[in-house]
T-cell receptor
Framework: EPEVTQTPSHQVTQMGQEVILRCVPI?????FYWYRQILGQKVEFLVS????????KSEIFDDQFSVERPDGSNFTLKIRSTKLEDSAMYFCASRTATGGEKLFFGSGTQLSVL | EDQVTQSPEALRLQEGESSSLNCSYT??????LFWYRQDPGKGPEFLFTLYSAGEEKEKERLKATLTKKESFLHITAPKPEDSATYLCAVREAGNMLTFGGGTRLMVKP
């Protein structure tokens, strides 16, 4: 079965550094998402992306965050200047245009900000 | 106030011991309620979507039901491989899902 691929699986960075988390959604999917899960807390929505633009974002997704679909296969999340509180598991997800609400999630990138 | 509350936080069952997980929600215009399974170190895996009160969906040993205030995930004769965290999420408008805190299910052989 096709799956959403995320790299790296673990990322350690120093506070204030920029990080880019990478995702390869399922090839025929058109809607793309980033969610995050701080250890022991709920899964939280960050941003949704469709037709090469952000369609919705949460309060968490401030000016330090950006998303991009640089080519036909990758979808990236950039954090410009990481903070300690950005430490979390970041999940990429995607779905088809007609697939209802069935989101396919990747296995996540564990980001640790030191 | 939390929009999605799941209970219990953790549940231990013996293999074969049926039970139910609860998801209460307080959104005004529900556009879908979702159940996901999450294994340790993995992303959520889609199980069901329910849209209207009275709707039921089944998959193997799992059955999800929906009322106007809550949803139940019934697990019949669970097996150890059903051990996971079960997440409930709701969609009001737009694209975002709002998740509950999950129920961590442990099924002992």
């Amino acid at each position: 079965e096709p799956e959403v691929t995320q790299t790296p699986s673990h990322q350690v960075t120093q506070m204030g550094q920029e990080v880019i988390l990478r995702c390869v959604p399922i090839s025929n999917h058109l809607y793309f998402y980033w969610y995050r899960q701080i250890l022991g807390q709920k899964v939280e929505f960050l941003v949704s992306f469709y037709n090469n633009e952000i369609s919705e974002k949460s309060e968490i997704f401030d000016d330090q965050f950006s998303v991009e679909r640089p080519d036909g296969s990758n979808f990236t999340l950039k954090i410009r200047s990481t903070k300690l509180e950005d430490s979390a598991m970041y999940f990429c997800a995607s779905r088809t245009a007609t697939g209802g609400e069935k989101l396919f999630f990747g296995s996540g990138t564990q980001l640790s900000v030191l | 106030e939390d929009q999605v509350t799941q209970s219990p936080e953790a549940l231990r069952l013996q293999e074969g011991e049926s039970s139910s997980l609860n998801c209460s929600y307080t959104v005004s215009g529900l556009r879908g309620l979702f159940w996901y399974r999450q294994d340790p170190g993995k992303g959520p895996e889609f199980l069901f979507t329910l849209y209207s009160a009275g709707e039921e969906k089944e998959k193997e040993r799992l059955k999800a039901t929906l009322t106007k205030k809550e949803s139940f995930l019934h697990i019949t004769a669970p097996k150890p491989e059903d051990s996971a965290t079960y997440l409930c999420a709701v969609r009001e408008a737009g694209n975002m899902l709002t998740f509950g805190g999950g129920t961590r299910l442990m099924v002992k052989p």
